[in-house]
């Protein structure tokens, strides 16, 4: 469940997409969270923390179309928050 998704910036010239901010919030249950927009750069021009702590991508998390699915069931306590750039 995406708690917000904020538009921060917009990106500069040469085609760079905006960069958008994401929250969710666990719920002991949900691995995969909607984006608002595909991740530029194949997937891979995002960055995620789970808790204030950076996770790594095909490790911890994966990026499918706008999909980003956990390879953790995250707590009602847990926030998994980050940026991305746009396609």
Wanted: aromatic residues 8%.
């Amino acid at each position: 469940r995406e708690i917000k998704n904020i538009k921060q910036t917009k990106g500069g010239g040469g085609g760079m997409g905006n960069v958008v901010r994401f929250v969710f919030n666990g719920d002991g249950t949900t691995t995969a969270f909607t984006l608002s927009a595909e991740v530029a750069g194949g997937g891979s021009a995002i960055i995620a923390h789970l808790n204030g702590q950076y996770i790594h991508q095909t490790t911890q998390f994966n990026i499918s179309g706008r999909t980003l699915t956990t390879t953790l069931t995250m707590i009602n306590t847990d926030i998994l928050e980050g940026w991305f750039i746009r396609t």
